[in-house]
């Protein structure tokens, strides 16, 4: 209530906050600093990145469901970079470990990074 300004990301977002709670925020597209990141002359690798919290609202499930439909010869690893551990205990989350035994069961391969700098 005390902010003077609210930004969002999207023109949906924009429209939901207008529509559930009468603001009118500014949309402000994300950006990234090309200074910084650029394309290397790495060679390129197949895999599937998913970046984001470790969070059941991201649907990694769906992800490794989706992966492992990919014949096997041509299937990409999947490269996670997220936080995996919990706030209150410091210990790997009950979803990193869950997400993981799924991937196994399915013949997905999988590499959880997690607390990366930028």
Do not use: W
Request: overall charge positive; proline content about 6%; aromatic content about 6%.
């Amino acid at each position: 209530r005390a902010a003077t300004r609210m930004l969002v990301n999207s023109l949906y977002s924009r429209e939901v906050i207008v529509r559930e709670y009468g603001i009118n925020p500014f949309v402000c597209y994300l950006g990234v600093d090309h200074l910084q990141y650029r394309p290397s002359s790495v060679p390129r690798e197949r895999h599937v990145v998913a970046v984001g919290a470790l969070a059941p609202l991201k649907r990694y499930d769906f992800l490794i469901d989706a992966i492992a439909t990919i014949p096997k010869d041509r299937r990409p690893p999947l490269h996670i970079y997220g936080s995996t551990l919990t706030a209150e205990t410091g210990r790997e989350s009950v979803l990193s470990v869950a997400i993981k035994e799924q991937a196994k069961a399915q013949g997905v391969e999988i590499v959880v990074n997690s607390d990366l700098s930028d």
